[in-house]
């Protein structure tokens, strides 16, 4: 159903994770905004939309670093600020 979306914008709309459901048939997506939302949770689903070049999780909850986001091989911006990551692995 949306297989052809590039663009995805959720910003500021109360969600409390991203699970492995909300990742399915979104492969060609570039640009995922999920900025100013709950989510305490990424699933390791993400690592499903390979073609990501921006993700936006800044001011969220998270406390622990998405390991599925190290898996997203063309990314080239990644937004974090404002979560509670203690955290960053050397590799990033």
Same mark, same amino acid.
């Given at each position: ?30 640009? $995922? ?28 909850? $998270? ?30």
């Amino acid at each position: 159903m949306f297989e052809n979306v590039t663009h995805l914008d959720m910003q500021a709309n109360d969600l409390s994770e991203l699970d492995g459901y909300s990742c399915r048939n979104l492969d060609n997506l570039i640009v $995922l905004d999920l900025a100013r939302n709950r989510i305490k949770n990424v699933s390791d689903h993400l690592r499903a939309m390979m073609n990501l070049k921006i993700l936006k999780l800044e001011n969220n909850q $998270l406390t622990e670093f998405v390991p599925a986001i190290t898996a997203l091989k063309f990314l080239e911006e990644l937004s974090l600020q404002g979560n509670r990551i203690t955290n960053i692995p050397e590799e990033i």
